[in-house]
């Protein structure tokens, strides 16, 4: 009996082993790479803007008025403050620096820890409308097709992501997807600084200022048809190119070019939108050290994956065979005594 007991612990010590395996690989793994409840992440961006000067207009200083080529810089906070379960609720703060003037931003999300898609929030937690939809993320192993759709949180509408092919940034290989929003503009703290109408003298004076289509389109005919004062609302376009790390799901890179215009309706039958002029523009990308530091975080964080989803259950599936074998060996070597 004494000389089955290392063969009888060999193999239970490699089904253990096996069982550790299959643990890690199911369990662990997958955990790996849900949405840490830790996360605080900083992105710097830089560029440019065109801003509408509201007191400036107000005043009628149209010469004024609209201030373009202003460089700015851009400041992107993502940090989730609490998680239930596979739900994280992630804050996304955007702060774009033009001169002297600080433009805060904030959005709360609720976030499946998984496949970073908007999912219900947590009771008596206010979020974005974004159920189904990416927002502030993309998964690790991000698909490269179009399955994706994008939550605009300034439009507060859901469009598609278009797949483009895969590209490098810092050393890694990455999918690249374009978003692209043309809707009107529903976010409240976007609406609030803007002018609801404007004086029909006032809208007239801007026109030589607006571009040769805009100018097309104000005919004395439609200009002498508006009410006064001129009624505005607001249509929010965006284009945003992320290259997105195949292995962590991390956008190491971003371009975004956002538009705010102000759209007024021009008589006639049927009423048609008539856009006037761009009460904001900004474009800009992931400056060069942020660059660098997110391409660190993907190295960090794929090599976190690598273990844990393959070197680790390989390693304990290969040392299990071993043991194995040994048990094997063990109970069926020759007698070292024969008789005579």
């Given at each position: 009996?004494?000389?089955?007991?290392?063969?009888?612990?060999?193999?239970?010590?490699?089904?253990?082993?096996l069982?550790?395996?299959?643990?890690?690989?199911?369990?662990?793994?997958?955990?790996?790479?849900?949405?840490?409840?830790?996360?605080?992440?900083?992105?710097?961006?830089?560029?440019?803007?065109?801003?509408?000067?509201?007191?400036?207009?107000?005043?009628?200083?149209?010469?004024?008025?609209l201030?373009?080529?202003?460089?700015?810089?851009?400041?992107?906070?993502?940090?989730?403050?609490?998680?239930?379960?596979?739900?994280?609720?992630?804050?996304?703060?955007?702060?774009?620096?033009?001169?002297?003037?600080?433009l805060?931003?904030?959005?709360?999300?609720?976030?499946?820890?998984?496949?970073?898609?908007g999912?219900?929030?947590?009771?008596?937690?206010?979020?974005?409308?974004s159920?189904?939809?990416?927002?502030?993320?993309?998964?690790?192993?991000?698909?490269?097709?179009?399955?994706?759709?994008?939550?605009?949180?300034?439009?507060?509408?859901?469009?598609?992501?278009?797949?483009?092919?895969?590209?490098?940034?810092?050393?890694?290989?990455?999918?690249?997807?374009?978003?692209?929003?043309?809707?009107?503009?529903?976010?409240?703290a976007?609406?609030?600084?803007?002018?609801?109408?404007?004086?029909?003298?006032?809208?007239?004076?801007l026109?030589?200022?607006?571009?040769?289509?805009?100018?097309a389109?104000?005919?004395p005919?439609?200009?002498?048809?508006?009410?006064?004062?001129?009624?505005?609302?607001?249509?929010?376009?965006?284009?945003?190119?992320?290259?997105?790390?195949?292995?962590?799901?991390?956008?190491i890179?971003q371009?975004?070019?956002?538009k705010?215009i102000?759209?007024?309706?021009?008589?006639?039958?049927?009423?048609?939108?008539?856009?006037?002029?761009?009460?904001?523009?900004?474009?800009?990308?992931?400056?060069?050290?942020?660059?660098?530091?997110?391409?660190?975080?993907?190295?960090?964080?794929?090599?976190?994956?690598?273990?844990?989803?393959?070197?680790?259950?390989i390693?304990l599936?290969?040392?299990?065979?071993?043991?194995?074998?040994?048990?094997?060996?063990?109970?069926?070597?020759?007698?070292?005594?024969?008789?005579?």
């Amino acid at each position: 009996m004494s000389a089955r007991r290392p063969t009888i612990l060999l193999i239970t010590v490699a089904v253990a082993l096996l069982a550790a395996a299959a643990a890690v690989r199911l369990v662990v793994a997958p955990n790996a790479t849900k949405l840490p409840g830790d996360t605080d992440q900083t992105v710097r961006y830089a560029g440019e803007a065109t801003l509408l000067d509201s007191k400036a207009l107000q005043s009628g200083d149209t010469a004024h008025a609209l201030r373009s080529g202003i460089p700015v810089t851009v400041d992107r906070r993502i940090r989730v403050t609490s998680t239930h379960g596979d739900t994280a609720v992630l804050e996304d703060t955007t702060t774009v620096h033009a001169g002297e003037q600080s433009l805060p931003s904030s959005k709360t999300y609720a976030l499946d820890r998984g496949s970073r898609k908007g999912t219900s929030p947590p009771a008596s937690t206010p979020a974005e409308p974004s159920r189904g939809a990416l927002s502030a993320a993309f998964p690790p192993g991000a698909a490269q097709d179009d399955s994706y759709t994008y939550y605009d949180a300034a439009t507060r509408s859901i469009v598609p992501v278009h797949y483009t092919g895969t590209a490098r940034r810092e050393g890694r290989t990455v999918n690249v997807y374009e978003i692209k929003v043309s809707a009107p503009v529903k976010d409240p703290a976007t609406l609030e600084p803007l002018p609801s109408a404007l004086p029909k003298k006032l809208v007239a004076s801007l026109l030589p200022r607006l571009d040769s289509a805009a100018r097309a389109r104000f005919t004395p005919a439609v200009l002498s048809a508006l009410p006064d004062p001129v009624p505005l609302s607001y249509l929010g376009q965006s284009t945003l190119v992320a290259y997105v790390d195949q292995q962590t799901g991390i956008a190491i890179d971003q371009t975004v070019s956002r538009k705010v215009i102000a759209v007024t309706t021009a008589g006639g039958e049927p009423a048609r939108p008539v856009p006037l002029l761009p009460v904001s523009a900004l474009t800009f990308g992931i400056t060069a050290d942020s660059m660098k530091e997110l391409g660190d975080k993907a190295d960090s964080a794929g090599l976190k994956l690598i273990l844990l989803t393959v070197a680790a259950p390989i390693v304990l599936v290969v040392v299990a065979a071993l043991l194995l074998v040994i048990a094997f060996l063990r109970r069926h070597r020759a007698p070292l005594h024969t008789a005579v």
